[in-house]
């Protein structure tokens, strides 16, 4: 049954959404990568006035093992109360968890509990028949249902794209694209809600990517270097924009919040020319989609002797942007550095000019950075997946990227924390750090955060 | 009595955010524009307009040629059984896209209406219209189509401009009561009505 007041956690302006309360719980998706185990939901208490702060208060098993959780998102979210079909009394109570190795899409229900109990399983078979795709990845709840892009095709190896759900059911009703147009590879996706425009970013197809990254195929430039744009009413590719085939892998994209804006960030993970990472913005000209590089990340020498086998033969250690986060009020752009350890805050007041502002060290490839509430211990992995509270006030991190990838950069191992900046002064929280055993031997990649965070909502009010 | 209902209901209509004023208010706002606001408020009445004046024409050609007993049955047990469907069904009206012209978004009001089965709730007052001879039936219903989209329009518009000249769109967080489940109780209560007088 449906609710008889909107859902409280719904709002319909950025603006008015960055006037919601702290959340008092964090959603972590965490994976085993012997796949021995299974993948696991940590719920983390965020509260500080909490006797718990900063602790693993939830945990949830996944019913099978090698799934490999990446992203996740929630079933409902502020585009409820978009005006053209609007179903603001759903309530955002569902967490829609895909497994990127497994194909299969699990859903969780987080109401009225702390740890999230599983109401549903969509087998990767129903995800292929049904959409074609699989390695599903990112979650978008939209005007047409629940958008989930994916990275493989069902039994080949593309094109990857993005299906339907259900709003309500969760079935898979089918394929998005109508016209794909030249798009083959896929990754992110999110859109300009309100001038029906929808955005896609290239990482590779799944033998491209499942076992490591291949040297041959970066220095082929063979990964994704191009971002589409679509029609997001008729479905139908309109624009294809190439970064150049030096920039490989634009991966995370973050538009403007702002719903009369037509500007994004889109990060690179890295140049196979100098190996710096870079941020580029989105935005129209002339009627026409363009890009522009605003901000470069230069690669850090080093040691051959510090490195892993895949860096030794470049003597450096690269950045490698691998997410970026935007506040809801479009002012902050976050970056994580995973390959350097560090974690960047960058006032975007103007998207053109894109100025740093603050920086945190954590791990890092050579730099190993230690967390102050744990100073002696060397941290390995870096700032990775980025997430900021709807006041724009706290930013959190974990450290893995992706089990495969985490081993070659990080082959001693990558070990398992996260991380809370407060992101005025940008400093880190000393109270907030778990690590190494509370994540019971897991890897934590993203992290949701109660009510909806500054990557989980669009708004179609200004 | 009778015409009272009709302009109550006219009210209703434009009162829902589902039903209009709200896409009416977003367009303003996205454009900057309370002349595009009230540019779009007409076009949304004349989609509703047409969702009722179907449900009339239906009507005024099903009674020219059944009683005015099976008449109401019939719509009595429309009623009930759309009202049940909207009661229990879970899907919701979907429709992507913001960017339409005025064409499309009176298409857009149409279908919004008639999914809402918006002159549905008009069955009861049509089938009291006295039956005469065929013209006669059409006209009033036609008469009662009008007058309940002129309500509609004049609250939805009120609604409009005090939600963007003062209110702002927060309001909907709390004031948004969820009409559409009172509006499936009303209709099944409707019919019940409808199906009570027919006896």
Known sequence: ?462 | MTLTAVILLGAFHGINPAMGWLFAVARGLQERSRDLLLQSLPVIALGHLASVALVVLVVSATGSVVTGTALAIGSGVVLVGFGLWHLLARRHFRWVGMRLSLPQLAAWSFLMSSVHGAGLMLLPVLTRIPAGHHGHALSGGMFVAGVHTLAMFVTATAVALAVYEFLGVAVLRRAWFNLDKMWAFALVGAGVFTLVGAM
């Open chain 1, 1 to 462: 049954m449906t609710l008889w007041t909107p859902d409280p956690t719904f709002y319909p302006s950025p603006r008015d959404a960055a006037t919601a309360p702290p959340e008092t719980l964090a959603y972590v998706a965490a994976f085993d990568r012997s796949a021995e185990r299974p993948d696991a939901l940590a719920v983390l208490d965020t509260d500080p006035g909490s006797s718990s702060y900063g602790q693993v208060v939830g945990w949830t098993d996944l019913p099978y093992t090698g799934d490999e959780l990446h992203h996740f998102g929630w079933n409902a979210c502020s585009s409820a109360l978009c005006p053209y079909a609007p179903h603001p009394h759903v309530e955002r109570r569902y967490l829609i968890v895909p497994g990127l190795r497994s194909s299969r899409i699990y859903v969780y229900d987080t109401k009225d509990r702390v740890s999230p109990e599983l109401v549903k399983v969509i087998e990767a078979e129903d995800l292929g028949k049904r959409a074609g795709y699989s390695r599903p990845h990112t979650v978008h709840c939209g005007p047409e249902g629940l958008y989930v892009s994916a990275l493989g095709g069902y039994g080949e190896e593309g094109p990857g794209g993005i299906a339907i759900l259900d709003h309500t059911s969760f079935e898979v009703l089918g394929r998005w694209e109508v016209d794909r147009g030249p798009q083959y590879l896929a990754y992110d996706f999110w859109w300009h809600i309100n001038h029906d425009v929808l955005v896609t970013s290239e990482w590779g197809t799944p033998s491209m990517i499942e076992d490591g990254v291949v040297g041959e195929l970066l220095l082929g430039r063979k990964y994704g270097h191009r971002l589409h744009f679509w029609d997001l009413r008729r479905r139908r590719h309109v624009q294809e924009v190439d970064l150049g085939d030096q920039y490989q892998m634009p991966l995370e994209l973050r538009p403007a919040h702002d719903p009369t804006k037509k500007y994004g960030f889109v990060g690179v993970v890295t140049s196979v020319e100098d190996l710096s990472a870079s941020v580029w913005l989105w935005y129209e000209e002339g009627g026409r989609w363009a890009v522009r590089k605003v901000i470069d990340i230069p690669a850090e020498p080093a040691s051959p002797d510090d490195l892993p086998d895949v860096l030794k033969p470049f003597g450096a250690v690269p950045p490698l942007v691998t997410d970026i986060d935007l506040s809801v009020d479009d002012q902050r752009l976050y970056v994580s550095c995973w390959g350097t350890g560090e974690l960047k805050q960058f006032d975007v007041s103007d998207p053109f000019k894109p100025v740093e502002i603050g920086s945190v060290h954590l791990g890092g490839i050579v730099r190993r950075a230690a967390h102050p509430a744990a100073p002696s211990e060397r941290l390995a992995g870096g700032p990775q997946m980025v997430e900021v509270s709807r006041d724009g006030r706290r930013v959190y991190v974990t450290n893995s990227l992706y089990g495969s990838w985490d081993d070659q950069f990080y082959p001693d191992g990558v070990g398992a924390w996260m991380a809370k900046v407060d992101a005025d002064g940008f400093t880190l929280d000393e109270r907030f750090f778990p690590h190494g055993d509370d994540f019971r031997g897991l890897r934590p990649h993203q992290t949701r955060l109660q009510g909806g965070d500054a990557s989980s909502d669009s708004y179609c009010y200004p």
